[in-house]
Nanobody, 114 residues
Framework: QVQLVESGGGLVQPGGSLRLSCAAS????????MAWYRQAPGKERELVAS???????NYGDSVKGRFTISRDNAKKTVYLQMNSLKPEDTAVYYC????????WGQGTQVTVSS
């Protein structure tokens, strides 16, 4: 059984920073894709960023230049560094991995407000 544990969410003022972490555990041989999604109230879940096992990355247009995704394969952990946060970044952020099946974390709330 695979488990994903997210941490790092919280309340931050506009312009501030947060770092999310997601650690995978369980019956995992290798992880191909690790990603972060988010879902704001009344909106569909959207891709924030993804990173492949080789290190290549993709970002949603709204976060390019502000967010950075990274991974530690030895620790089976993916990170999301979020800088210059805006109120519109407020959402529940979900970790997702393909190993090779798709697994989701429970979500962590990020609130950007003054």
């Amino acid at each position: 059984q695979v488990q994903l544990v997210e941490s790092g969410g919280g309340l931050v003022q506009p312009g501030g920073s947060l770092r999310l972490s997601c650690a995978a555990s369980g019956s995992i041989f290798s992880i191909n894709i690790m990603a972060w999604y988010r879902q704001a109230p009344g909106k569909e879940r959207e891709l924030v960023a993804s990173i492949f096992s080789g290190g290549s990355t993709n970002y949603g247009d709204s976060v390019k230049g502000r967010f950075t995704i990274s991974r530690d394969n030895a620790k089976k952990t993916v990170y999301l560094q979020m800088n210059s946060l805006k109120p519109e970044d407020t959402a529940v952020y979900y970790c997702n991995i393909h190993a090779p099946f798709s697994y989701w974390g429970q979500g962590t709330q990020v609130t950007v407000s003054s």
